[in-house]
C-alpha cells in the first residue's frame, strides 16, 4: 500500500466521512478510473472521477463492510482467488452490512439497502454461506464496488504481526515504576499527553492526514550519511572546542576540558554502566549567512502564553483579594489632608511571572538528513522548529537555551550549544543554528543527561522543561536501537524525577509510532509531518510535561 | 470581581424567573440518585462531556427541589475569595461582601461549581469541610465558621475527556462526592431533545443527531471534540431561522469542532453527505 499524499485531489478529505461510518482510521484514495470501488482495510481507492454522490455511496459501503466485519480475514481467506463468490458474497453481505449500521449512514446511502437481500443473512458466515449454496443472487449494484481478498490479507498479516503490544495501564504510576519503563517491552503508552504517538491529536494526525513516512527497516538509522564512511573524519557541524576558561560563561563551567561523564543504563544486564559516555561541548560553526530572526512564524505565542507563569502578589491594585493597608492608609490621610485619595488599595494574586526555563535539544545525527514531508529534511524541519521555539518562549521572557547534539562513539557525544540560558538571542544564534550540518549517530541518552543537567544548573527557575527534538532514532556505536531506546526512555524519567518535565517533538521524519513510544516512554511526545502543525501540539505538550514534572519537584523539595 | 462568572437563578417561587420546568428528558436514574443525595446532604460531582445537558440537568433538580441555583464558572485564577467573599472599602469603613458559595451556604442554595478542576487546588480545598459530614464553610477572613442552611447543595462539574482532569481533581475532593455519569443520550431522545429545543421538525433533527452520531465516532480517530447535543441544537436553531441544514451545520458544528483546515474539510465532506442543501 502506498502512503503517498491521498489527500491533495479532494477525495482525502472523504476520509473523515469513511472513518466515521467504519469506526476506525480509514483514508480514501483515488483508484483506477472506471474500476469499482474497494478498499484494503486502511485505505478506501474510488474512482476519482465518479460524482460526488457516487463516491459517497461507494466509499460507505466500503466502510459499512468494514463496520460490520463482512471483511474479517476468516471470510477474506475463502474467497481468495474465487472473484465470482466474491460477487455473490458482495450481494448479500453489502445490503446486510449496509443495514447493520443503517441509524449511521447518510439517507442517500440508506436508500441502496435493498431489505429483502439484507434479511437473507444475519451474519458475514450467513452470506458466505448463502453466496455458496445454488440460490440466485442479484449482481451487486455497482457503487458496491468490489472485494479484494489479497490486498485485505496482507494489511491484515501486518497488523497482525504489530499487534503484539499490549498498552499499558493509563493510571499514574509512581517515581519508580516510572523509571521502571524498560522493564516491560518498551511500549508504555504515554499517558500524560493528549497529543502523543498514542493521543487523541497524534493518531488524528498519523491517520486522517497519513503523510507519516514509515520507518524502512533493514539498515542502521543514518547509514546512508556520509559521514558514517569513517570514525576519523572531522566532526561536522562543529569541531572540538578547548576550554577558555572564561569565569564569565558560567555555563561553561559545568563541562571541564576533558567533557563530563554520564552513566548509561544497560538494558541486557540491567544495571548502570558508571561513567559511560562522556560529553563534550563543541562551539557550533557559525554559517555566513542565517535568515533573520522571524516573530513568532508558526504562532506559537499564544499556545506558550499561559504556560509556566507564577502567581505575584500585587499591590495597589484597584481590584483583589485582600486590602492593602499601607495603600488604605495614604489614602485616608491623603483624603482627609484634602486631596484625591488613590483608589487602588488592594492586593490582587496576578498570574504573570514568568517561572520557566527550556531547553531545546535537537538532533542533529546523520538520520536527521533524511528527506521528510513537504520536500524540507527532517533536519531543516526540526531546526525550524526549534528557531521558532526559541523565539517565541524568548519574546515570552522564557529563560531559553538551544543545544544541538550528534555522536560517534560513547567517547565522543558532542553537544553544541547554539545559544547558552545567558546568551542574547542575536543573529548569530541563528547563523550557529543554521551552520549545524546533520552527521555521524545518535546516543539520546546521554544528550538527555547532558541536558537535564544543564537546564538544572542554570535554568534558574522553578518550573524546568526539556524539549527533544528528535526523529526518536537512538543509535551508535554499541547502542544499538534497543539499548538507544531504554536508555533514553531512562534518561528521561531520571530528569522527570528530578523535577524536569520533557517534551520530545518528531517533525516529519517517518519513525513509526512503536518505535517513538519505545524511545520516548511516557514522556509528553508528539509526531506530526509538518512544523506549520507545532501550534496545535506545542500547548498541550509543554502543558502535560510540566504537570508532569510537578509532583516530584514538589516531592523533593528542590526549587 | 466578585460577580465574575457568577449567574444566580432564583428558583424558590418568591422571585421565580422561570415558571416552568426546564426542559430535561432523564435517560437513566440520574434524577432519582440526584435526589436521593439531596435529602441526604451529600455533595455530587456530575461528570460527563461539554454539552451533555449537565447544566441543564441541574437547572431542572433546583425546579423540582425548590431550590435557588447558585453557579460558578470555575477557572484557573478564580481565588478562594472569589468563592468566599472579601472586605471591601466603603468611605472610610471596610465591608465584607459574601462570594457566591458563602450567599449559597447562607440561603440554603444549590452552589454549582461548573468545570471545577480548572480551578486552582488550593482554592478547592476550600470545600471540603462542606463537602463531608460538617457542612461547614470556615471564613478566616471574618474568623467564623458557619453551617450551613438546610437545603445547601453543593455540586461540582467536569469533563473527564480533558485530560489535565483526572490528575487535577485530587483524591481528597473527588471522595467527599457522589458522581453521577452524563454521557450523550440516545439518538430517540437525542433527535427528541434537539426538535423541543431548537423548535424543528423531527425528522430534520434526526438527519442533525445522525450527523453528530457519526462525528462522535470519529473520536477514537482523534477529533478531541466531539460534537455535543449543544452544538446539534445550535444547528437547529439556525435551521429554524430559515439556513439549510448544510449551511447550518457548517456555521454551528465544524465551524466549532475545529480550527485545522484538513479536519474542517473533512466534517464539510460529511455535513454534505448527511445533510440536504436545502431545507425540508
Known sequence: MSTAEVHDDGLGRLGLLASAISGRALRVA??????????????????????????????????????????????????????????????????????????????????????????????????????????????????????????????????????????????????????????????????????GG??????????????????????????????????????????????????????????????????????????????????????????????PLAADRYGLRRALLRLGT??????????????????????????????????????ENLRRRRDLAVL??????????????????????????????????????????????????????????????????????????????PGAYSRLGAAIRHGAAVLESWGGTSRRLLVVLSDGLAYDHGYELACGAADARR?????????TGCVCLTIGAGTDADTLRRVFGSAAHAAIPRTEQLRQVIGPLFRSALRSAEVPRRRGGQR | MSGDGVRTARLDGVSAARASRPYYVPIANEERVFKAAFRQGLSVLLKGPTGCGKTRFLEAMAFDLDRALITVACHDDLTTADLVGRFLLRGGDTEWVDGPLTRAVREGAICYLDEVVEARQ?????????????????????????????????????????????????DSTRQRMVAIEFGFPPAEIEAQIVAHEAGIGHDAAAELVRLGQAIRRLETTGLREVASTRVLIAAGRLVAEGLSPREAARAAVAGPLTDDATVTSGLVEMINAYLADERS
Not at chain 1, 394 to 404: K, M, Q, S
Request: glycine share 8%.
Open chain 1, 30 to 195: 483515488p483508484g483506477e478510473p472506471g474500476e469499482p470501488a474497494w478498499t484494503d482495510g486502511r485505505v478506501v481507492f474510488v474512482d476519482a472521477d465518479s460524482g460526488p454522490r457516487e463516491r459517497v455511496a461507494a466509499l460507505a459501503v466500503q466502510a459499512s463492510l468494514l463496520a460490520a466485519g463482512s471483511l474479517h480475514a476468516d471470510v477474506v481467506r475463502r474467497l481468495q482467488r474465487r472473484p465470482a463468490l466474491a460477487r455473490r458474497y458482495l450481494g448479500v453481505e453489502g445490503h446486510r452490512a449496509l443495514a447493520a449500521i443503517a441509524d449511521l449512514l447518510p439517507r442517500s446511502v440508506r436508500s441502496l439497502i435493498d431489505a429483502a437481500v439484507a434479511a437473507r443473512a444475519d451474519s458475514p458466515a450467513a452470506s458466505l454461506a448463502a453466496a455458496l449454496s445454488r440460490e440466485a443472487i442479484a449482481d451487486p449494484p455497482h457503487s458496491f464496488g468490489a472485494i479484494r481478498a489479497r490486498p485485505l490479507l496482507a494489511i491484515d498479516r501486518a497488523e497482525g504481526s504489530a499487534a503484539t503490544h499490549q498498552p499499558a495501564p493509563r493510571e499514574q504510576r509512581g517515581v519508580l515504576a516510572e523509571l521502571a519503563e524498560d522493564d516491560d517491552d518498551g511500549t508504555a503508552v504515554d499517558f500524560s499527553s493528549p497529543v
Open chain 1, 198 to 291: 498514542g493521543g487523541a491529536l497524534g493518531r488524528l494526525l498519523g491517520h486522517v492526514l497519513g503523510v507519516v513516512r514509515q520507518l524502512n527497516g533493514g539498515g542502521p538509522p543514518g547509514a546512508d550519511a556520509p559521514t558514517h564512511r569513517t570514525r576519523a573524519a572531522p566532526p561536522a557541524g562543529g569541531h572540538p572546542v578547548l576550554s577558555h576558561g572564561m569565569a564569565e560563561r558560567v555555563e561553561e563551567s559545568a563541562v571541564g576540558v576533558q567533557g563530563t561523564t554520564y552513566p548509561e543504563w544497560d538494558v541486557h544486564q540491567r544495571r548502570y554502566r558508571r561513567d559511560w559516555c562522556t560529553v563534550q561541548e563543541v562551539a557550533p560553526r557559525p554559517a555566513h549567512s542565517a535568515p
Open chain 1, 310 to 347: 507564577g502567581f505575584d502578589r500585587c499591590q495597589r491594585r484597584v481590584q483583589g483579594d485582600d486590602i492593602d493597608i499601607d495603600a488604605v492608609v495614604e489614602a485616608r490621610v491623603m483624603a482627609i489632608a484634602g486631596s484625591a485619595p488613590d483608589e487602588a488599595v488592594y492586593v
Open chain 1, 360 to 437: 531545546l535539544l535537537l538532533d542533529t545525527s546523520g538520520s536527521a538528513a533524511e528527506p521528510g514531508a513537504a520536500g524540507h529534511t527532517v533536519h531543516e524541519q526540526q531546526r525550524a522548529a526549534a528557531a521558532a521555539l526559541t523565539v517565541a518562549l524568548h519574546e515570552l521572557g522564557d529563560r531559553v537555551a538551544l543545544y544541538a547534539y550528534h555522536s560517534r562513539g560513547r567517547s565522543a557525544v558532542h553537544v553544541a550549544p547554539v545559544k547558552r540560558f545567558d546568551d542574547d538571542l542575536d543573529a548569530l544564534v541563528m547563523r550557529r543554528l543554521h551552520g549545524l550540518v
Open chain 1, 491 to 499: 534518561a528521561l524519567a531520571e530528569a522527570r524525577r528530578r523535577g
Open chain 2, 122 to 170: 488550593d482554592t478547592t480545598v476550600v470545600l471540603h469541610p462542606l463537602a463531608d459530614h460538617r457542612r461547614q464553610l470556615p471564613i478566616d477572613r471574618l474568623g467564623v465558621t458557619l453551617d450551613a442552611a438546610p437545603g445547601f447543595c453543593l455540586v461540582v462539574s467536569y469533563n473527564p475527556g480533558y485530560q489535565s482532569v483526572l490528575k487535577d481533581l485530587k
